[in-house]
């Protein structure tokens, strides 16, 4: 059974740092794209930065130079480091692990929030 859990939300003062973990099992970690989402009230789900195995990442334009993806394939977990937070980073994140159409899995989601 395939398991992401996500954990590290909560309340922050904007201008914050919070972590964010992954933990996963039941997929052969090392062989996934690992990515983080977020969708905040009212809004789509949207892309905020992704990983794949070799370690290559990519960031939403609105996070770059902020937020650092980064995994460990012995510990089977994902992160990510948010810095300068800003209220409008606001959202419910998501943890997701892509191997293909077939192959990709999503977990519940941490909530974010950042007070101004």
């Known amino acids: 059974q395939v398991q992401l859990v996500e954990s590290g939300g909560g309340l922050v003062q904007a201008g914050g740092s919070l972590r964010l973990s992954c933990a996963a099992s039941?997929?052969?970690?090392?062989?996934?794209?690992m990515g983080w989402y977020r969708q905040a009230p009212g809004k789509q789900r949207e892309l905020v930065a992704a990983?794949?195995?070799?370690?290559?990442?990519n960031y939403a334009d609105s996070v770059k130079g902020r937020f650092t993806i980064s995994r460990d394939n012995a510990k089977n977990t994902m992160y990510l480091q948010m810095n300068s937070l800003k209220p409008e980073d606001t959202a419910v994140y998501y943890c997701?692990?892509?191997?293909?159409?077939?192959?990709?899995?999503w977990g519940k989601g941490t909530l974010v929030t950042v007070s101004s």
């Open positions: 997701n692990a892509d191997s293909g159409p077939l192959l990709d899995y």
């Open positions: 039941g997929i052969v970690f090392r062989s996934y794209v």
């Open positions: 990983i794949t195995s070799g370690g290559s990442t």
